[in-house]
Structures are given as structure tokens and as C-alpha cells.
């Protein structure tokens, strides 16, 4: 199989297929299908010379990358220039992306992996292409059963696909241990081939170790199943033999079966019995020139011929251009050595017609544009059909409470809150609505909501992760739990129709989500049952999104201290539930006792995949509702009351196997009613302040039981003391994690305080210099009454001021002289007394 059908592999789930996480870090094609040891060493720097140089050209004689190859092919025999021509420099070409299936040349290739451009065409043997730094290079690097695939899980595509026959050679770097390449084969323009070294880097040395023993294993029972199946029907004396033999002399190829398409096609076979060549004489390079132009080879339509057939609209002169006439006539010359000489046609503008060379290119054009607007158009039907269907297959569960009309707006109308996230909604609202239902496709949005409200209610910040870094850097690095991540992939829902395909749609998101989180949170890394919870966010969210609310759950929610390697919180959260049983229902606890069955053998799984490994999505669904809505209680009130709500039944079992068997498998398979009675009896249910007193009960059981005087020998002795002393370090640690949060809050506080008393001084001296002002005031209007009063003007209930009455013999006593009072004053006539003044009421 060639990488000119570069495709979607249709890989069985029970095929063979070992998958590694590599760094891709570029491509150099050589002249030679074998290489010198040093070959990834001398890429490497290539790639670190031409991405310092910015992709210019640089010169290296016959020396480095270019002199090894062909010190080893033995004198340069197979490189492209002869030992005689002048050495030409190596070229190096910036690739601005990574490869993806989005794009796609007239072959069928990605462009990084084939040469788009004419003028590549001289640097077909010395390019050297680094990948962008910038883009996302991490690539998952499988190896089936006779075929290697890199699947990019940012695209969601195949990148590249080879089979073990087109693969020459595979080699490790000496000096950057930690890389590794392999050499193939690959067919430029339908016909010429030259041989590619692609490079990857690992984690480290152990990993590249792994994948060149996985490729040497895969290899050889390759080839023994090859062998086996060629003894069977390989017959020396059949002229097929002979023919397949020599096509591989042709071609240049391994010998192989005679059944890819890279052999003679019928054609050939065609020409040699219709001619009765001798095979063995075809041997000879004369008569091989003499088949490679025969006139039969003309009567084939080539591929550029049936890319444009398989677009192209049948047009009137279509017979004309079957014989050869107007375009396709000097595109057919082109080949055979071009028909630019020729009289041009009548009509022809300048009298002249085009040569052979601008009409194949003009040809070249048109059908790529016409390819390219095709592919455009089925890529965007595609991808919004994809869409609606991954919408239709993440939430492809059955909803056990469905949600009514009201509840539904009361939902839209809190997420179509302007500034949502800094707004505190009412607590017995969103209890109530979350209680009476959430919308399925609206889900996800709701959760992010619920979050929101869970930070604003908080009254006491959670730690952020010391890593800051944004998503998508954290998808450009290598994990080193990728193997545990790839083992489980498989595992995670693995009848849900989004998580079914072997490296698809859902698996890869998954790996992204884990990959992220696992380099996000060095401590926790990856641990079993975080996949579940990933999934689950995953049906409702989009990537990225599904990454925020795992950081959520894990920090703000504190659900990561139950995967730490100690696990000590997780028996904890055992002895917890334990302690719950034993007070709600002391039958079945006794009943569980006395068949030495703990928490352990049975809830461990709902802690850790929060009931996702083991019962149905919309259950699930609904349990993660409540767990953004309340918190990680949820699960203690879950556990207790589906125990609780079969008690009768697991009270009829008399044996360990039955009992523990009948709660992994029987319980999780409830009925609708059950499993909505459960969850509003969960709504209804708290426990908070009994989780606190028994975790506390724990430690203190924990501090009595070290006390105890010692009957355990000194080895035993020590081994305990170690793991008291580690247990009581990760106490000590969460301790003064709690501790920095609490003088963080009360340096704030005091900070708040001192603001505030501030404030209180500043508005004291406000308060002293109004009522020196009101006294002042005061002062005014006592002046102006007793002034008032001495010119006979007297105010009124109402505040307004009033002449004395006069009799007319008074009304002007002072006519021939000065008023009372005015004696000192100059002459003149005196002002009547003004009109009544409206005073303010309060003087």
C-alpha cells in the first residue's frame, strides 16, 4: 500500500496495534533507501540549523548529511546528482503547519509529505523540512500488523500511513537517544520515487528502546506470514514468477507478492503476451526502453487523465479531444517530449499556439482549482454532518427525570444572564430547578453555571494548580503516563458509540483531556477512574471546555486528593461511608460485617469514576448534576442510599461472592422510578456535618491505634513508623495548605478592616465639621431674628415674616423728620418696609 491513498484506516478494536505518543520533528529526504548510523543525529542538526537560518538555503559540499549517504551507497551511485556534476548546496524549506487530511494535493498527499511546488522540484533528494515549532507535533505513533500509522490527535486524522514494504530502514540516534526515524519509499507526480527519513523524538531512551524492539517484532512476523503465505502458492516454473521478478527489477523494489498496485498493471502483461517477448529478455535495458514507449502506454489514461475525467464535464468537441486535437493534444506532446514548435491553429491568438509545457501547466491548474473547490465543498458537508452526528452520539443515553417546559425557561433565563458569572442567583432557585430536572442538550452549559455559582459561594478560595499553562501548549508536550492512558482508552465506555472506534473522534479527545491533566498535575498524574470522569465531561462539553470543568472538579471540588499515590483520603472516604452505614442502617452493616465484606471491595469504584464504570449515562447525568450543585458528598449520599434502598434484597444473600457480586453487577441495573427515587431522596438528604465528625473520628482512631504499645518485631516496627510518618507528612502538608488559604484570608480581612476604619475616621471629621457648620448656622439665624424683631418684623407659625399694624396717625410719624433710630444717618426719603420674606419653617 502506497501513501498515494492516504485514508482513514478501518482498524478492528481486536487488531493488532501498539501505540506510542511521539514528538514529530521532521522530515529530509535522502538519496538512498539505507543510511549511515549517524543519519538521526545529522537530521537532528539539520533541523536546528535550518530552523535557526529560517528556512534559507545553506551549502554542504559533499560533507555531513549529503557525504554520509553516499559514503553509504558506496560512491553516490544512487544519489540523484552524478559523482561528475558540480555539488550542489542542501536546501532546507520551513514547513509553515503540521501535516493533517484538511489539505490535500492532486495525489491524495498531505503537503508536507509531497513536494507542491515546480520549483521543489531540484531538492527532491537533499530537502530538509523541520516541523513548525508553533503548531502541535505530538503524534501518536502505531504500529499494526503490516503498517505504521501516525494519528495526529489534534486534527482527528491520519497523517501518515506506510506500509512494511515501502519502510527500508529504522534507526535510533546515537547521540540524542531519546529519537528515532525511519527511511521509505514515496512516488512524487504519479511516477518518479525517491526515499523520505522521517524523525521522532520520545520521552526518553526506554521508550525508543520499546517502539525499535515492537518494530523489530512486527517486522519479522510480517515477513514469516508473508513467507508462509508465498510457499503456498509460489510455483518457480510459472511465468507470473518470472514477470513479478521482473517488475521488482524495474522498479527498484523488495521482492514481494505481485499484488500492489506499484507493479505493471494489465497493461504491460498485455504487451508481452500480445508481442510473445520473451521474459527473460525483457531483462535487457534496450528492450526495457522499447516497453516503457509503447503505444500502448498512451492508450491508458494517465492520472492527471483520470483526476480530470472524474471532474471534468463532457464537452461538445469531446470526440477532438479524444484524438488528440486542441489541448490534450500538445498535453499528450508534453509528455513525449512537448509540441511547442508546432503551427498553431486558426484562431490561435499571435498566430502561435502554446507550447507543451504552459498548456500541461495550465491543465495542472484548472483541475486542482476543480479538485480543490470540490474537496472544499464535500469537506464542509462532511464536516457539518459530523457535527450533528458526534452531537447525537455523545448524548445518545436515556434521560430518567425528563425536564418540563417551566423548568426549561427557568434554565434559559439564568443562562441569558448578562455577566452571568459574577452574578450570585438565588441557592433554593437552582436547588429547585436542578432538583425538578436539567435539560439534556443544554447540560453542559449548565454545569459550567453551577460552577460559577459554586466559586461565588465560597467563602474560602481553593488553591489554584501551580501549573498555568493553557491547553493547548499542554497538548504540544509529551506525557510520560501515556501508556497508561492508551491501556485504558479502550476501557472507557466501551458500548458508548462515541468512545467505539479504536483511535476516533472520542477516543482521541479523551487521550487530549487525560494527556493535558496528567502534565497539568505532576502529583496525580493519570490514575484509573479519572477516564470515566473525562468521558463523561466530554459528552457534554466541548474539548476544552471538558478540561475546565476537570480542573474544577479536581481543585475547587477537591476531588483530587482521593487519586494521590497515598490514597489515605480515599480510605478515608471509606471509613466515612462505613461509619454512615453503621448509623443508618445498622442491619446491613452488621450483615456486610459479619461476611468480612468492607467498603472497599465494593465503592471504590464509585469514588473513583463517581458511578461512571458501572451504571447507566443518564444516571450518571443526574449524579453529576448534584456533585456541581453540592459537592463531593453527593457521593456519600448516592452510595448510602442506593445500599439503603436494597437493603432487603442484599440482606437475602449469605455469602461473600454473592453479596459482592450482586452489588457490581445487579445493583447498577435500576429501573427508571428507582433511579429518579434516588436521586430526590440524595436532594432531600445531609450529611456534611457527620462526613466532618467522622474524619476527624478517623485520625484520632488513626493516633490511638500508633500509640499502642509495640508487639510488632523491629523490621515491622520501622515499616510502620515509615508509613505513620508519610501519612502524617501529607496531613502536615494539607495542614499548611489550609493554613496559607487561612492567613491569606485574614490578611485580607485585616486589610478590609484597616481600610474600613479609615473610613470611619475620614467620615468622624466629616460628621465634627457639619455640626460645627450647623452650629454656626444656628448662630446666623439667632442673629437675624433678634435684627428682625428690632425693626418690627415678626414671623408667623409658617415662618414668614409680618409687619407690625399701625394706626394712620403712626403710619408716618417721621414725615417732616428722620425715622426712630436714623438720626445719625444722612438725609433723605426713607424706604418703605419691605414685603412680608417667607423665612425656611425651621427658624
Not at 270 to 298: Q, T
Amino acid at each position: 500500500m502506497t501513501t498515494s491513498s492516504l485514508s482513514a484506516p478501518q482498524l478492528s478494536p481486536t487488531a493488532f496495534a501498539k501505540k506510542f505518543e511521539v514528538l514529530f520533528c521532521g522530515r529530509v529526504t535522502v538519496a538512498h533507501k539505507k543510511a549511515p548510523p549517524a543519519l538521526i543525529d545529522e537530521c537532528i542538526e539539520k533541523f536546528s540549523q535550518s530552523r535557526g537560518s529560517g528556512g534559507g538555503a545553506k551549502g554542504s559540499g559533499g560533507g555531513g548529511l549529503a557525504g554520509g549517504l553516499k559514503r553509504a551507497d558506496g560512491g553516490g551511485d544512487g544519489l540523484a546528482e552524478s559523482p561528475t556534476a558540480p555539488r550542489r548546496p542542501l536546501l532546507y524549506k520551513r514547513d509553515p503547519s503540521f501535516p493533517c487530511l484538511q489539505a490535500l494535493d492532486e495525489n491524495g498527499l498531505s503537503p508536507e509529505i509531497t513536494l507542491s511546488h515546480a520549483d521543489d522540484a531540484h531538492c527532491h533528494s537533499t530537502g530538509v523540512r523541520p516541523t513548525s515549532l508553533q503548531e502541535n507535533r505530538t503524534m501518536l505513533f502505531m504500529v499494526g500488523r503490516s503498517q505504521i500509522f501516525l494519528v495526529s490527535p489534534d486534527t482527528k486524522k491520519v497523517a501518515i500511513e506506510k506500509s512494511f514494504r515501502e519502510i527500508s530502514f529504522c534507526s535510533q540516534g546515537i547521540h540524542h537517544v531519546d529519537h528515532f526515524g525511519f527511511i521509505c519509499r514515496e512516488t512524487v507526480d504519479g511516477a518518479s520515487c525517491h526515499f523520505v527519513c522521517y524523525v521522532f523524538q520520545c520521552t526518553d531512551e526506554s521508550l525508543v528502546d520499546e517502539i525499535m524492539l515492537t518494530l523489530k517484532q512486527a517486522f519479522s512476523v510480517a515477513a514469516l506470514q508473508q513467507s508462509v503465505r508465498t510457499q503456498s502458492q509460489q510455483c518457480d516454473s510459472c511465468p507470473m514468477q518470472q514477470l513479478h521478478r521482473l517488475c521488482e527489477r524495474i522498479e527498484g523494489e523488495t521482492p514481494q507478492p505481485p499484488r500492489d498496485t506499484a507493479a505493471p498493471g494489465p497493461s504491460l502483461l498485455y504487451f508481452i503476451y500480445s508481442n510473445h517477448v520473451d521474459v527473460a529478455a525483457l531483462s535487457s535495458p534496450g528492450l526495457m526502453h522499447v516497453v516503457g514507449e509503447s503505444p500502448l502506454r498512451s492508450q491508458r489514461h494517465s492520472w492527471r487523465q483520470q483526476i480530470f475525467l472524474r471532474v471534468a464535464t463532457p464537452q461538445k468537441n469531446s470526440d477532438s479531444i479524444e484524438r488528440g486535437e486542441g489541448g490534450l493534444e500538445a498535453y499528450g506532446g508534453a509528455e513525449g517530449g512537448g509540441a511547442g514548435g508546432d503551427p498553431a491553429p486558426p484562431g490561435t491568438p499571435g498566430g502561435k499556439r502554446k507550447s507543451g509545457e504552459e498548456l500541461r501547466e495550465l491543465w495542472r491548474k484548472a483541475i486542482l482549482q476543480q479538485i480543490l473547490l470540490l474537496r472544499m465543498e464535500t469537506e464542509n458537508q462532511r464536516l457539518q454532518a459530523s457535527d450533528l452526528q458526534n452531537k447525537r452520539l455523545k448524548q445518545d443515553y436515556e434521560e430518567i427525570t425528563p425536564c418540563l417546559k417551566d423548568v426549561t425557561l427557568v434554565w434559559e433565563r439564568m443562562l441569558a444572564t448578562p455577566g452571568r458569572s459574577k452574578v450570585k442567583f438565588d441557592s433554593d432557585t437552582i436547588h429547585a430547578a436542578v432538583t425538578q430536572g436539567v435539560p439534556r442538550p443544554q447540560r453542559g452549559e449548565i454545569w459550567k453555571l453551577l460552577s460559577e455559582q459554586y466559586v461565588l459561594r465560597q467563602t474560602v478560595p481553593a488553591r489554584p494548580p501551580a501549573n498555568q499553562t493553557p491547553y493547548k501548549d499542554l497538548l504540544k508536550q509529551l506525557t510520560s503516563q501515556q501508556h497508561a492512558i492508551l491501556i485504558d482508552l479502550g476501557r472507557t465506555f466501551p458500548t458508548h458509540p462515541y468512545f467505539q472506534a479504536q483511535l476516533g473522534a472520542g477516543q482521541l479527545s479523551l487521550y487530549n483531556l487525560l494527556k493535558a491533566y496528567s502534565l497539568l498535575d505532576p502529583e496525580v498524574g493519570y490514575c484509573q477512574g479519572l477516564s470515566f470522569i473525562a468521558g463523561v465531561l466530554l459528552l457534554h462539553l466541548e474539548e476544552e471546555q471538558a478540561f475546565d470543568m476537570l480542573k474544577f472538579l479536581m481543585y475547587d471540588m477537591g476531588l483530587r486528593k482521593q487519586y494521590r499515590p497515598d490514597m489515605i483520603i480515599l480510605q478515608i472516604q471509606m471509613y466515612q461511608l462505613s461509619r454512615l452505614l453503621h448509623d443508618y442502617h445498622r442491619d446491613l452493616h452488621s450483615h456486610l460485617e459479619l461476611h468480612e465484606i468492607g467498603p472497599s471491595l465494593y465503592a471504590t469504584p464509585w469514588f473513583l469514576t463517581v458511578f461512571a464504570s458501572h451504571f447507566p449515562l443518564g444516571f450518571v447525568a443526574r449524579v453529576f448534576d448534584m456533585l456541581f450543585l453540592q459537592g463531593s458528598e453527593v457521593i456519600f449520599k448516592v452510595a448510602l442510599s442506593l445500599l439503603g434502598s436494597h437493603k432487603p434484597l442484599i440482606l437475602q444473600h449469605d455469602s461473600l461472592e454473592s453479596i459482592v457480586d450482586f452489588i457490581k453487577t445487579t445493583l447498577p441495573n435500576l429501573g427508571l422510578v428507582q433511579m429518579e427515587k434516588t436521586i430526590n431522596q440524595v436532594c432531600q438528604m445531609d450529611v456534611s456535618k457527620q462526613l466532618q465528625a467522622y474524619e476527624v473520628e478517623y485520625h484520632v482512631l488513626q493516633d490511638e491505634l500508633m500509640d499502642t504499645p509495640p508487639t510488632l518485631s523491629q523490621s515491622q516496627r520501622v515499616a510502620q513508623l515509615e508509613r505513620t510518618n508519610q501519612s502524617l507528612r501529607q496531613q502536615n502538608r494539607d495542614l499548611l495548605e489550609e493554613l496559607q488559604v487561612s492567613q491569606a484570608r485574614v490578611a485580607g480581612l485585616e486589610g478590609r478592616l484597616e481600610g474600613l476604619a479609615r473610613s470611619e475616621g475620614q467620615l468622624r471629621e466629616q460628621v465634627c465639621g457639619l455640626e460645627e457648620e450647623a452650629r454656626g448656622l444656628q448662630g446666623t439665624v439667632s442673629r437675624l431674628h433678634t435684627l428682625l424683631t428690632g425693626l418690627g418684623v415678626h414671623t408667623s407659625a409658617e415662618g414668614e415674616l409680618i409687619a407690625r399694624p399701625r394706626s394712620p396717625d403712626q403710619q408716618r410719624p417721621w414725615a417732616a423728620g428722620h425715622p426712630p433710630g436714623t438720626e445719625g444717618l444722612g438725609k433723605g426719603t426713607p424706604d418703605p418696609l419691605p414685603e412680608p420674606l417667607a423665612l425656611p419653617g425651621g427658624l
